[in-house]
């Protein structure tokens, strides 16, 4: 698993592919991207930054290949003003981010485009590795372009700051900690997760590889030629609203139309994750994404199918979940009645191919379009900036801290952690400017967003007891 060490540094030009539109790329020349391969030349075991190796910002000699048209944000980055809006007053001080460290897995402070970090404690397998490995890609890709900044992250599911425990007039404002998911009563800072750059104890690519995977994956079979049932796999374990979906399962007695199997990963690692490829489990019209101890991973790779998702009503988000539309781009699931929401709704998707097809398409869309790495890039250089627009003082390197890059983490690492940092390096510089940023929501528009939510989910509702009441009538005549 492991690949050899590049060649003596190279600048070498090649093609990007169009981040702005197509039609609006090919309006303007060609830019040529800058390579800039990983210096592994002082040796594998060498945990040592190169000293001035990679360019601290964009070299003048390729600032006339920038594209300066850069398309605008998806509408979910709107929510980043709403995560940051707690310190809009107060703004973020030194002691608001100490305060933070008491659940922390690590510190994170950027001077001058160079990352220091300063370990507490290591997180679950190599969340906080490859967490961290992202962060470097991104200061790869803008370099010189993200502000000084000092801030917290904690590397476990479920978020810590709890909303009923921090108000005024005792706090005034909460500690900022950077986590993975929220939710309606946290003021958690939602953050894309370590997967995205891969997930090397169970065999998960670099999201940028993986999504073109199941792009292709979903050419394979057609929607109207796959399985009429709603398929999961996973770990039942780690959450009781899981082992309760396994009652949904076909028996001998009940047909809920739910295929749903448990996911045995010491087995799976045994066999070689031969049962586990993700862009091979397109096979299903739909499929079930359900919480496990919080959020879950999992979504992305769900609603990225083709399929049409079916979203056991959810208690946490993400970063981008919260612009994702029911019977839009997934169909609501209740989670108090599982078994029957299901049945349900394969039943009406079954009956409905024109909609649920739409369903599905506009889901992966969604995901596949407007959840590329080029935007989850911007994500986090929009998120980490607005965020150091806060602080109230300078930031300064830890004394405990010790600088990190893409060579420190890459050159020693081993199997499949050295395969997805590989895969996922970001080459060099970008060769455009971040998305746009959109404005955050006024009132009006905030309330109609909750609003169309709110509907969508109580429409099923509607639909499901008129279901099930004339199943009841049609059994008793």
Known sequence: ?????????????????????ESTQNLLSTPKAIDIPLNCTLGDQSRACPANYYPSKILDEHKDHLSTLAPSCPDYFRWIHDDLWPWRETGITGKMVMSARRTANFRL??????????????????????????????????????????????????????KEAFHA??????????????????????????????????????????????????KRTQWTEREPYAYWKGNPAVAATRMDLLKCNVSDKQDWNARVYAQDWLQEQKQGYKQSDLASQCIHRYKIYIEGSAWSVSEKYILACDSVALLVKPIYY???????????????????????????????????HKEAR??????????????????????????????????????????????????????SAQGFEKKFMTESLVKGPA???????????????????????????????????????SHSISKQT
């Open 1 to 21: 698993m492991e690949s050899n060490s590049p060649q003596k540094p190279l600048v070498t030009p090649e093609t990007v592919p169009s981040y702005p539109s």
């Open 109 to 162: 402070v950027i001077v001058n485009g160079k990352a220091y970090v300063e370990t507490y404690r290591k997180s679950f397998q190599s969340r906080d590795t490859f967490t961290l490995w992202g962060i470097l890609q991104l200061l790869r890709r803008y370099p010189g372009k993200l502000p000084d900044l000092d801030l917290m992250f904690d590397c476990v599911d479920w978020p810590v700051i709890k």
């Open 169 to 218: 007039p005792k706090y005034q404002a909460p500690p900022p900690l950077f986590r993975y998911c929220g939710n309606e009563s946290t003021f958690d800072i939602v953050f894309p997760d370590w997967s995205f750059w891969g997930w090397p104890e169970i065999n998960i690519k670099p999201w940028e590889a993986l999504s073109k995977d199941l792009k292709e994956g979903n």
């Open 318 to 352: 993400d970063f981008y979940t919260r612009s994702l539309m029911p019977l839009k781009h997934y169909w609501p699931v209740k989670d108090d009645d599982k078994c029957r929401s299901i049945k349900y709704a394969v039943d009406w998707g079954n009956s409905h």
């Open 358 to 411: 739409a369903i599905g398409k506009a889901g992966s869309s969604f995901i596949l379009d407007d959840l590329k790495m080029d935007y989850v890039y911007d994500y986090m250089f929009h998120l980490l900036t607005q965020y150091a627009k806060l602080l109230k003082y300078k930031p300064t390197v830890p004394k405990g801290a010790v600088e990190l890059c893409s060579e420190s983490m890459a050159c």
């Open 431 to 469: 060769l455009s400017e971040p998305c746009t940023m959109p404005p955050p929501y006024d009132p009006a528009s905030l309330h109609s967003v909750i609003e169309t939510k709110d509907h969508g989910i109580k429409q099923v509702d509607i639909w499901e007891k008129e279901y099930w009441m």
